[in-house]
């Protein structure tokens, strides 16, 4: 593969908001530390999303030690939230996974509904270990997820993005674009690699750590939505439609599930092992 390299690290403490870009991030099995670890119910328990509310790209996260988050949003004041104590848990729905989380206090709740301007509260996966697991479809057994939407880590590459780009600018959007790459919300990028070779690989190293890769990444709406402006447009689903269609789904970067414990760095190599 030739030099490749971690180009960047994202880490977004709660599901839907903007995120924090670390130079570097301990692997849990689960994920990356403090990745999607909170996230937002409505009032029948479904996880809300930028799916539902693309203002959400208007909230941001940042991880607090401990595991709190600090959020912010245009018009509020900041928000420090400790991890709730687990007292008890309530039941969530998110896609089709039933999982239980712990209710942050009812400031946090206040704040994120008067940002959205509809009814939600804020909760936290206490202990991913035993809350959730991979979908059995493409995981192995005992492999857990928190709250991102099936796998514990999303990879993709700049290449793949600039040959999506090149798409793009070819086609009837062609002024939506370039797209950048938080439209697609990975945790680790890669530079140096072929466009779309990330196709091939089954398992990869980044630095110290190696990771499975389960399967590719089906895109939703969620990847229209302008990060900066909350706003949406056809891109990159039309073009991924036309020319990166995989078994009814249309696919962009890779899910990965750690294979061991360790901490990636910005600059670590990527390693190809299979």
């Not at 593969?1 to 960047?8: D, F, H, K, P, V």
């Not at 089906?218 to 990166?244: I, M, N, Y």
Request: net charge neutral.
């Amino acid at each position: 593969m030739g030099n490749a390299e971690l180009l960047s690290i994202h880490v977004h403490p709660v599901k839907a908001f903007r995120g924090q870009a670390p130079r570097e991030a301990e692997v849990e099995p689960w994920g990356l530390a403090g990745d999607r670890r909170w996230a937002l119910i409505d009032h029948g328990g479904k996880v809300v999303t930028q799916r539902q509310q693309p203002r959400l790209a208007h909230a941001a996260a940042e991880l607090l030690p401990g595991g709190g988050v600090r959020l912010s949003a245009p018009g509020l004041p900041p928000l420090a939230v400790s991890v709730p104590q687990p007292v008890g848990t309530v039941s969530l729905e998110i896609f089709r996974d039933k999982v239980e989380g712990v209710l942050a206090d009812e400031d946090a709740h206040a704040w994120c509904s008067a940002h959205l301007g509809v009814d939600v509260r804020l909760v936290h996966m206490d202990d991913p270990a035993k809350r959730r697991a991979v979908d059995p479809e493409y995981g192995l057994p005992g492999e857990t997820v928190a709250f991102a939407d099936g796998y514990p880590l999303l990879v993709t590459t700049v290449a793949s993005l600039d040959a999506l780009n090149s798409l793009i600018a070819r086609g009837e959007h062609a002024a939506e674009g370039p797209l950048p790459m938080n439209r697609f919300r990975p945790n680790v990028v890669v530079t140096g690699t072929r466009p779309w070779a990330e196709d091939g690989w089954s398992r990869v190293t980044i630095g110290e750590v190696a990771f499975r890769v389960a399967k590719p990444c089906g895109r939703c709406v969620v990847t229209t939505t302008d990060q900066s402006t909350a706003e949406r447009g056809k891109e990159p689903l039309h073009t991924l439609g036309r020319h990166r269609r995989l078994g009814g789904k249309l696919v962009f970067g890779q899910n990965l599930v750690p294979l061991s414990r360790g901490t990636v760095r910005v600059g670590d190599p990527v390693t190809v092992v299979g």
